[in-house]
């Protein structure tokens, strides 16, 4: 079983460098500004042989009241809490400051134990901040650089104690008989779905329209930063949760403004970030606002949520503030053909996150939009598909010779993917894979997830030889 290692300090100290060091990869938004990191996060974190979870969190500030600052020293106090060790983190090159005494008094009161981290030491310039930290009462301070990796061998060291014994290995799993190797093209199955995989949903929209909101109620707890200021989350937030049986991973992402309007170099990175959670989740869910329904911005995300292969939800939240209901939902409805017409049955929730009112109903069409994006269609069934759509409305002629469509077959799913095979594949007008695309929607009932159709030429693989 792992252990949980949080990371705390003031500001601009290199927490989300180090965060990004023992997670290997780049996951924290990293920039000299402080403040940067807003809600603590976690992932999967591995030094030196140790697996574990690592937690980065928003800088210390000195303040107990309901500001923004404030909020964030609760959202790291709520993750020290739950924490097997902390480790804090000061600045070796800015020495030891009055903030970093404050905290390290009411850190070692803490039930959490503390390991004193000492960065930014790679060089003579961090040598006497490192040797001032004694006075801190914290131990022996921890030397590492976590922008170079330095000192990690130390790190992994002081972090021994706090790790579970080794388990036992698990069993190998079997390998494939290779009874599916006979199956045509198209009918191999995919593996079974491992339920034990959490289902990936990507919380996004314009800023202040409710997205973390949404996750604290769906969670039941305060679990990310909310409030009235805009923007206010920055890095992608992603929480493990289980909701009737089935796991899921919901991540909270930062307000998508209009590229001409985004001039930040940290909103730059927390918006390219959103992005890169959008093409990664399974499931969008677009919240957007009741009183400014699908603007410009909320369908520029949704076409491309779409163009991504994503299977794609609409959340109308604040709904409990709409007094002209059936308007409302009769502008969805034209927005939604003009913009989003060649995806059928995209599904739209009215919610009220702040009130929990139908969380369940969302989530129930979460699941069901899963399901059609994850669905698979036989090749004996999209056979006898093609060979009706052929006989009542065939391929129009060109230059005098009709294109011969061959046959059809599902060459994978998430999203369904078919691949067509043509004599001509060029010379098949756009419109008339539009209407395959719509007809195909339509006979198997694959509402509101993007449906892909390649072309190919080739020989029959079904055929007689």
Do not use: C
């Amino acid at each position: 079983m792992s252990f949980t290692v949080v990371l705390v300090g003031r500001p601009n100290v290199g927490k989300s460098t180090l965060f990004n060091r023992l997670a290997g990869k780049k996951l924290a938004l990293v920039d000299d500004t402080p403040g940067v990191t807003r809600d603590w996060r976690s992932a999967p974190g591995f030094v030196g042989g140790l697996s574990f979870t690592v937690v980065d969190t928003a800088g210390l500030e000195d303040v107990t009241d309901d500001s923004l600052e404030a909020r964030m020293r609760r959202q790291t106090e709520q993750a020290l809490e739950r924490a097997d060790v902390a480790l804090f983190i000061i600045d070796a090159r800015a020495g030891i400051t009055p903030l970093d005494r404050h905290f390290a008094a009411l850190l070692r009161k803490s039930k959490t134990p503390v390991l004193l981290v000492a960065n930014k030491t790679e060089g003579k310039a961090g040598q006497p901040g490192l040797f001032e930290s004694y006075e801190l009462g914290l131990g022996d301070p921890i030397p590492l650089s976590a922008e170079h990796g330095e000192g990690m061998a130390d790190l992994v060291e002081a972090l021994l104690p706090y790790a579970p014994p080794d388990e036992d290995d698990a069993p190998e799993e079997e390998a494939d008989s290779g009874e599916n190797a006979a199956l045509p093209i198209g009918d191999q199955p995919e593996p079974e779905e491992d339920r034990s995989k959490p289902i990936q949903i990507a919380i996004v929209g314009r800023p202040n329209v409710g997205k973390s909101t949404l996750l604290n109620s769906i969670l039941g707890e305060e679990r990310v930063l909310t409030g009235p200021e805009a923007g206010m989350t920055r890095d992608a937030i992603a929480v493990d949760w289980e909701w009737r049986g089935r796991r899921f991973k919901l991540v909270d992402t930062a307000g998508m403004r209009r590229r001409a309007r985004v001039d930040e170099k940290v909103e730059k990175l927390a918006v390219a970030d959103s992005l890169r959670v959008i093409r990664m989740a399974n499931v969008v869910v677009l919240v957007v606002d009741a009183g400014a329904i699908l603007d410009k911005q909320d369908l520029t995300i949704a076409r491309l949520v779409i163009s991504e292969g994503r299977a794609l939800v609409i959340a109308v939240n604040k709904w409990d503030a709409v007094e002209d209901r059936a308007m409302a939902l009769r502008q969805v409805e034209d927005k939604l053909q003009a913009a989003l017409g060649y995806i059928k049955g995209v599904q739209v929730v009215t919610i009220s996150a702040l009130k929990q009112h139908k969380l369940d109903t969302l989530l129930d069409a979460v699941l069901a939009t899963y399901n059609v994006w994850t669905r698979r269609i036989p090749t004996a069934q999209l056979n006898r598909w093609i060979e009706g759509v052929l006989e009542h409305h065939p391929p129009p002629l060109i230059e005098g010779r009709r294109v011969k469509i061959r046959y059809v077959t599902q060459v994978k799913s998430r999203p369904p993917t078919f691949a067509l095979f043509v004599n001509k594949p060029l010379d098949l007008p756009e419109s008339y894979q539009r209407y395959l695309t719509t007809h195909l929607r339509d006979s198997f009932d694959l509402p509101g997830v993007p449906l892909r159709l390649l072309l190919r030429k080739g020989k029959n693989p079904y055929a007689d030889e």
